[in-house]
C-alpha cells in the first residue's frame, strides 16, 4: 500500500513514521508513505499557501491552487506507476473536523486501497473548491479541533497500517481487537501475579482456558456496558455473549 501525506508541514511526521510498528512496515516494504509539500506547488516564490478570506472572517484560509496541483502531481505519479485505472481508484482525503467520523470499520475499508492520498488542511480551514471538485472523502478523527489535519493524518495512517497483512506479528492480535469485535477489551495482566498487594484474577492463573474465554467476553460486556453502551446495539454477539450480557443486566437490576 502506497499512502501520500499532502502537508505544510512535512518534518511533523518525522518521528512517528520512523519508529516501531510503521518503521518496520516500510522497511519490509508493506507500507510505502510519500510526504509532499505542499508548499512546493505555490505560484510565488515565497511559497504562499494561504489568504484571506473572501467576504471577511477572521483566519487565513489554504488556497486552492498549491491543493490541486499537488494532489494532480501525485495521482500521476500513480498513474505512470499503475496506469489510468489505478488513478480513478485511489482516495482523495481531507482531513477536516467537517468530515465523517472516523472508525475502525473505515481503517479496514482503507487498508484494501492500493493508493491513498490524504491532504492536511491548516489554518482556519481550505478553500471550498478543494472539498468541492478534488476530494473524494473528508474524515475527522473526532469532535475536537486540531491546529491542522497532521496529527489526524498520523491516527489514520497508524490505525490503517496495522491492519495490513504483515505489520503485526501477529494477525491475531488484529482479530482480537477490542473495537473490531464491538465490545471493549478485557482487561490482561503480565508477570508479577502480584504486584503492591494486587494480585491478577485467580481465574487467569487456572490454566481452565473455557473458563478463561468465558469470563474475558463477560469482562468485556461489563467494560462496554459501563463505558461505551452506545457500542452493544452494533456489536455482533454470539449466543453464549448475549446469555452473558441478559445475565450482567440482569445481576445490575437486583
Ligand atoms: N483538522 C483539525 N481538526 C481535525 C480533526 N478533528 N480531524 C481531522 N482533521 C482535523
Not at 496495522?162 to 482480537?176: K, T
Not at 469485535?181 to 503480565?190: D, E, I, V
Not at 481465574?203 to 468465558?214: F, T, Y
Request: some cysteine.
Amino acid at each position: 500500500m502506497r499512502i501520500h501525506i499532502l502537508t505544510l508541514f512535512p518534518s511533523m511526521f518525522n518521528g512517528p513514521l520512523s519508529e516501531s510498528m510503521l518503521k518496520r512496515a516500510q522497511d519490509k516494504g508493506i507500507i510505502e508513505i510519500h510526504l509532499h509539500n505542499i508548499r512546493d506547488y505555490a505560484h510565488d516564490r515565497h511559497g504562499t499557501a494561504d489568504d484571506y478570506p473572501y467576504g471577511g472572517s477572521p483566519g487565513m484560509l489554504m488556497k486552492p491552487e498549491p491543493i490541486f496541483e499537488a494532489t494532480e502531481a501525485v495521482q500521476e505519479l500513480i498513474r505512470r506507476g499503475r496506469g489510468q485505472e489505478a488513478v480513478f481508484s485511489a482516495s482523495v482525503i481531507l482531513l477536516s473536523p467537517q468530515g465523517r467520523l472516523f472508525s475502525q470499520s473505515l481503517a479496514q475499508d482503507l487498508a484494501t486501497r492500493d493508493d491513498i492520498i490524504l491532504i492536511c488542511g491548516h489554518y482556519e480551514g481550505v478553500d471550498d473548491r478543494v472539498r468541492e471538485h478534488l476530494v473524494t472523502d473528508e474524515i475527522s478523527i473526532g469532535d475536537y479541533v486540531l491546529t491542522g489535519g497532521e496529527l489526524a493524518a498520523m491516527v489514520i495512517v497508524d490505525s490503517v497500517g496495522r491492519l495490513i497483512p504483515g505489520v503485526l506479528g501477529s494477525q491475531e492480535s488484529v482479530l482480537d481487537d477490542s473495537i473490531a469485535s464491538g465490545l471493549l477489551q478485557y482487561p490482561q495482566y503480565t508477570r508479577p501475579a502480584v504486584y503492591r498487594d494486587w494480585a491478577v484474577p485467580d481465574i487467569l492463573l487456572s490454566g481452565n482456558h473455557k473458563e478463561i474465554a468465558q469470563w474475558r467476553i463477560q469482562q468485556s460486556l461489563m467494560k462496554t456496558l459501563k463505558h461505551r453502551p452506545d457500542l452493544l446495539p452494533r456489536a455482533t454477539l454470539t449466543e453464549e455473549a448475549q446469555r452473558l450480557l441478559e445475565a450482567i443486566r440482569a445481576d445490575s437490576e437486583t
